[in-house]
């Protein structure tokens, strides 16, 4: 995928806002209605209902009832009514559950509406093309994103230890957790590091490094042995208290409320480059941004560009023109893109950068930073996730990794477990 030019670049702003309670915005006289549900923060659901009230002020013609569903509950309110038909016009998905979802008829196909209602044409090929699966549209990327290493520069340094400029090894990772629970701060149940063995996003990361993938051909793309060393070294920092114990990690929901780093149990978290804006919201000290480890200078990185974040349109919608033409009104009015900020990812679309760009705030500005630092670093965005990625996450990967962690498994039980239950789990699209 080719980069963007730093022109180009915005950052995402903030973290969205509980906006359950803002349900809906009532339009007067309105002839067209449409619902429209996401995951994410309390800033987030606050930027997604404000740009719903300019929308509906231009277009008082349509009433459009949000919602933001935290955390798991989002995917087991999408998964009933997909039983049900009932899926909302409008919902949010990403790369991993944009293929799965679309596998499973929730999406309608968007090429019917570009040109048209969509207006793509200030969008890069290649940001479009992330949203295609077997060569049809099934979404809109919402802002460009990476994988990334969050950090207390501070409190790192008052321990002794720092993060490099480039990439840290895993070797040094390891190295700086020890010697942070030497001479870091006399803290009770803080640590440098999380317990990562249950990140799926991370595990892609490190496998990448290693000429391995993920997902591959419909199934997993790794074997036991690459899940008994990835879980071999979480175990060696567990076993060993340098990093977040057992019991706190796995209140981690994948969210930024949940996770180690903000809830004060670490000193370094990994998360996803766009949500910077809302960490830093949530953390009194200074944060900082950089790659997940790595192997060294010269080796692969792993990471890659995708889009952080996707609105698609329930395939069951009787308002789908409408559901385009709002997401048309998300990604390039100017004021949308004000209110918006970087906080779902660098907008793709190029004028909606240009306006930004002179806005960022100093947080906003490092995550752009960030993303232009990997100009030249990247490894090729990779095939459609199988069906069942998304149940892979939550219901695989972390349950094993947990167990693990609570000493309910062996490494080489948890590794086989992961494979055999990774492979029963997936399956190829189409």
């Not at 300019?54 to 995917?75: F, R, V």
């Not at 192997?295 to 889009?307: A, F, L, S």
């Amino acid at each position: 995928m080719q980069m963007i030019d730093r022109r180009g670049f915005l950052v995402t702003a903030a973290l969205a806002s509980l906006g359950a309670a803002a349900g809906g915005f009532r339009a007067a006289a309105a002839e067209t209605r449409l619902r429209c549900v996401w995951w994410g923060s309390a800033d987030r659901s606050k930027r997604t209902n404000d740009v719903i009230a300019l929308y509906q002020k231009a277009n008082p013609q349509t009433e459009i009832s949000g919602e933001m569903i935290a955390g798991s509950d989002y995917w087991t309110k999408l998964a009933t009514s997909m039983a049900g038909r009932n899926v909302a016009d409008i919902f949010q998905l990403e790369p991993s559950t944009i293929a799965d979802y679309s596998g499973r008829g929730a999406c309608m196909e968007l090429d019917q509406f570009v040109g048209k209602s969509l207006d793509l044409s200030t969008f890069g090929k290649s940001e479009i093309d992330l949203c295609r699966i077997d060569g049809k549209l099934y979404g809109v990327g919402l802002g460009l994103n990476s994988f990334c290493m969050m950090y207390d520069a501070d409190t790192l340094k008052e321990a002794g230890v720092s993060v490099p400029q480039d990439q840290i090894t895993w070797k040094a990772l390891a190295e700086l957790a020890r010697d942070f629970k030497k001479n870091g701060p006399a803290k009770r149940n803080y640590w440098a590091v999380p317990y990562g063995a249950r990140y799926h996003y991370v595990f892609d990361v490190w496998l990448r490094q290693r000429g391995k993938l993920l997902f591959q051909d419909g199934t997993i793309g790794f074997n036991k042995e690459d899940a008994k060393e990835w879980f071999a070294y979480w175990e060696d920092l567990r076993e060993n208290k340098l990093c977040v114990s057992a019991d706190i990690q796995t209140r981690d929901d994948n969210t930024i409320e949940s996770n180690a780093l903000t809830l004060g149990n670490s000193a370094i978290g990994f998360a996803y480059s766009n949500q910077l804006v809302g960490y830093q919201k949530l953390n009194k000290q200074t944060l900082s941004i950089g790659m997940l480890p790595g192997e060294g200078p010269g080796k692969p990185t792993g990471h890659y560009y995708r889009p952080g974040l996707i609105w698609s349109i329930s395939s069951t919608s009787t308002n789908a023109e409408a559901a385009a033409k709002f997401i048309n009104f998300f990604v390039n009015d100017l004021e949308a893109g004000k209110v918006l900020g970087v906080e779902r990812g660098v907008p793709p679309a190029k004028v909606v950068r240009e306006a930004l760009l002179p806005t960022l705030n100093e947080t906003e500005r490092k995550t752009v930073d960030y993303i232009e630092s990997l100009s030249g670093k990247l490894d090729p965005y990779p095939e459609p996730a199988p069906i069942g990625a998304n149940e892979f996450d939550r219901g695989v990967m972390r349950p094993i990794a947990d167990s693990l962690a609570f000493g309910r498994a062996t490494v080489d039980e948890a590794a086989q477990n992961l494979v055999d239950t990774g492979t029963r789990t997936l399956r190829k699209r189409g």
